[in-house]
């Protein structure tokens, strides 16, 4: 994954994981694939378990005339 | 000039107030706010009006006399008389009598509004849309340093980190109150946005009668995303609870209701692993289930299958021609064994046995069955069971034909 992409969402993530399920558990997958839905099934749980791990809120203040202003100390 | 401790001022101010015959019995006309009946029994409240209040008190016992004790909001008459309260440095109106005047001013206005807006459909249970399941974007109006914001971070840091929050910040009590909510409502709804929350702590219904104004109702159902309020302390609702998609309690009851909480993401995912890694089991099992039905099939046309095939096939042959030849030996000794029963049926012994005789001519041994056959005097050989004997013919008695 070059850097450049922005990180997958939850959601995303999530998403994809039911579609690797879905078909997991529907078709009659030739062996070859099933084994490659797996490992994919492992990388996406991977990465969404680095997402839940390394997530942290971001707050931001609109300002007049519409612009943002990221707020850093909010916590007490 | 004179120089007095506080104590001394205090007590000067009670003999100045106790001597004054109007304040000791006098009826006061406003309306009640922050009524609070004590665990005690005892019930204090402020009274208002226009720009001026002060506080008073209801012992137990006087409250136990009166019909009805007004809630917050109300304008009521309160007998009475004033005194200053030492500890507290203030002059209370001590209340031994209420008559409730009404429903006071501000909660008329609440119920004329609650009724015509309800009227026109914005609290329409139909309109209210679903929070959405995973918010990217969050919206906050509130006060930018109240504890509702402070309040509303914290549960959504903890539960929900993956949200991104906007604040348009709002004063949330005052004359411009109402005006700054609409506004920042709208500076959000131009915003890429999922939810919004609108947010105050709690308060007196005059503190939070900005949420009860006609604007602000109106700018929170003109909301293009599902718009959540979190106003007060579990008071009674305010007008914009009413039209909100969903109403909260609390600001931070508020962010919980509009975050999931990060455990049950995992516990989610956690599931759809499961279910992933059984899928491929189920997978894995199919092609192992194929794999062994070929292989049998493989060896079922494998040559020395095919010889132990052919060789059974024999076996199966030479046995049913045995069974076939057993047969027909025991049907042929049947047979055989009636013919034998039928012979000793017709052996002239068995007749000899029952107690009848042959009987022969002597001369030449022909067997006697007609009388003619034998003369008068002629010699006869008699068998019988037990043995043979001769014997003679004598003349006839009748019917001899000589």
């Known amino acids: ?76 | 000039m004179h120089i007095l401790t506080v104590s001394q001022l205090n007590i000067y101010l009670r003999e100045a107030l106790d001597a004054d015959e109007i304040l000791q019995d006098l009826w006061v006309e406003g309306e009640v706010s922050n009524f609070v009946r004590a665990a005690s029994g005892h019930c204090y409240f402020t009274l208002k009006e226009g720009e001026g209040q002060i506080k008073a008190a209801c012992w137990r016992s006087y409250v136990a006399r009166i019909p009805r004790m007004p809630s917050s909001g109300e304008a009521v008459l309160a007998h009475g008389r004033v005194a200053f309260y030492e500890a507290g440095g203030q002059i209370q109106l001590y209340v031994d009598m209420i008559r409730t005047a009404g429903v006071g001013l501000l909660h008329a206005r609440f119920e004329e509004l609650k009724a015509r807006l309800d009227a026109e459909g914005l609290f329409d249970l139909s309109r209210k849309r679903p929070l959405p399941p995973l918010p990217r974007r969050i919206g906050v109006v509130t006060s930018s340093s109240g504890a509702a914001l402070r309040d509303i971070l914290n549960v959504l840091g903890r539960r929900y980190p993956l949200a991104e929050v906007i604040v348009s910040a709002c004063q949330v009590q005052g004359e411009r109150a109402a005006a700054t909510v609409v506004e920042a409502l709208y500076a959000l709804y131009e915003q890429d946005i999922d939810v919004i929350i609108v947010a105050r702590g709690g308060g007196s219904i005059e503190d939070l009668w900005t949420f009860n104004e006609e604007i602000v109702a109106r700018a929170v159902f003109a909301s293009p995303v599902p718009l959540i309020s979190g106003v007060g302390h579990e008071t009674d609702p305010t007008i914009i609870d009413y039209v909100a998609d969903l109403r909260a309690p609390t600001p931070s009851a508020a962010a919980e209701l509009v975050a999931p909480d990060l455990e049950e993401l995992r516990s989610d995912f956690a599931l759809l692993h499961d279910q992933l890694a059984l899928a491929l089991e189920r997978q894995l099992e199919r092609h192992r289930t194929a794999l062994q039905e070929l292989r049998r099939r493989l060896l079922q046309q494998a040559p020395t299958a095919r010889l132990a095939r052919d060789r059974q096939s024999l076996d199966e042959l030479v046995r049913r021609a045995g069974a076939q030849l057993t047969h027909g030996l025991a049907l042929r000794q049947a047979k055989l064994q009636g013919l034998r029963l039928q012979l000793a049926a017709l052996n002239p012994q068995a007749t000899l046995d029952r107690g009848y005789a042959i009987i022969r001519r002597a001369t030449d041994g022909q067997v006697v069955t007609d009388p003619a056959q034998a003369r008068a005097g002629e010699a006869l050989e008699i068998a019988v069971k037990g043995g043979s004997f001769t014997a003679r013919r004598t003349a006839d008695l009748e019917n001899d034909p000589q």
């Open chain 1, 1 to 76: 994954m070059s850097t450049s992409t922005p990180p997958p969402t939850y959601e995303t993530l999530y998403a994809r994981m039911q579609a690797i399920v879905a078909r997991m558990e529907t078709g009659e997958l030739p062996l070859a694939e099933a084994l490659a839905l797996y490992e994919e099934g492992m990388t996406v749980t991977a990465a969404c378990q680095r997402l839940l791990d390394e997530a942290e809120l971001r707050v931001q203040e609109l300002q007049p005339g519409n612009a943002l202003r990221r707020i850093d100390a909010w916590e007490e």
